[in-house]
C-alpha cells in the first residue's frame, strides 16, 4: 500500500513539473514572438 501512495505521489510530482516545464517554454516562445512582430513593425513603418 505505501509503495503504492509513494509511486502516485512522485507520478503526481513529474506531472506537476511538466506542466511547469511546458508552461515556461510556451511563455518563451510566446515573448519571442511578440519581439519578432514589434522587429517586423518596426521595419514595416520604415524606423
Same mark, same amino acid.
Given at each position: 500500500? +505505501? %509503495? ?22 510556451? %511563455?518563451? +516562445? %510566446?515573448?519571442?514572438?511578440? %519581439? ?12
Amino acid at each position: 500500500m +505505501i %509503495k503504492k501512495l509513494s509511486a502516485a505521489l512522485l507520478g503526481v510530482a513529474f506531472v506537476l513539473a511538466g506542466c511547469n516545464t511546458v508552461a515556461g517554454v510556451g %511563455k518563451d +516562445i %510566446k515573448a519571442g514572438g511578440e %519581439k519578432l512582430e514589434r522587429k517586423a513593425e518596426g521595419v514595416k513603418s520604415g524606423s
